[in-house]
């Protein structure tokens, strides 16, 4: 069973990493990460672990989805008023857990406190966060990474895009693509091995490209 709250905790980086790539299309960076907060919290709600894949690989294009929604929605993000005041009483209470228990508190014990909903907690946060450091300096002036988020993210989070909307078509389809693009077989071949013409193969091959470029959009 996914753990919720360690879930969103650990895979905040991700959502930085995917509303950096449309700073400066229109939309402040704080909104953008504002709803790939939100869509991260939806990925959290719907992610099924019997899937067989891991749950960043998942999120990726719930977050993208939402950062993309902001832009066919007309932009900016309102957060309400309950919002900004729940969320100034988040980081004073989130202040005084620390300085009690000498961490950070999780979502969960923060709703507690607060006596309100996880989801509003969660959504206080995001409305709030700034801008996320990929790295920081240790005591040796060395340079780390502070997020899972290894170097050249846009890329990976590509492929696990990518990866996430192979695994939704048919068996028939995913292995054509593993064919074509991964082993790299001629579409003769590939239609030998799947028992179809090269005729067929070249069509389902051209369906299956213009469906995944759909999906993955600005990709």
């Known amino acids: 069973m996914l753990d919720r709250d360690r879930a969103v ?3 905040l980086g991700l959502v930085h990493a995917c509303a950096i790539r449309f700073r400066g299309k229109g939309i402040e960076y704080e909104d953008l990460y504002q709803a790939g907060c939100e869509g991260l919290i939806k990925a959290a709600d719907r992610f099924d672990p ?3 894949y891991r749950f960043s690989t998942y999120a990726v294009p719930v977050i993208m ?3 993309r929604k902001m832009f066919r929605d007309g932009g900016i993000i309102k957060v309400s008023r309950s919002i900004r005041e729940l969320s100034i009483k988040v980081n004073r209470v989130g202040d005084e857990f620390v300085k009690e228990h000498g961490r950070e508190p999780t979502v969960s014990e923060l709703a507690k406190r607060l006596d309100t909903t ?3 907690v969660t959504e206080a ?3 709030s966060v700034p801008p996320v450091s990929l790295t920081i300096s240790n005591e ?3 340079i780390q990474n502070d997020i899972p988020i290894p170097s050249h993210d846009g ?3 590509e492929l696990m895009a ?3 909307e192979l695994e939704k078509l048919p068996a028939i389809d995913r292995e054509l693509v593993k064919l074509r693009f991964f082993k790299r077989v001629t579409q003769s071949a590939a239609a030998r091995q799947l028992g179809m013409t090269q005729v067929q193969v070249s069509r389902r091959e051209k369906k299956i490209l213009e469906l995944l470029r759909k999906k993955l959009g600005s990709f």
């Open 118 to 120: 996880e989801e509003a």
């Open 50 to 52: 019997d899937l067989g």
């Open 140 to 142: 040796d002036g060395e």
């Open 125 to 127: 946060i995001g409305s």
């Open 162 to 164: 990518l990866r996430t």
């Open 9 to 11: 905790n650990e895979n």
């Open 155 to 157: 890329k990976i989070i």
């Open 65 to 67: 989805g939402e950062i």
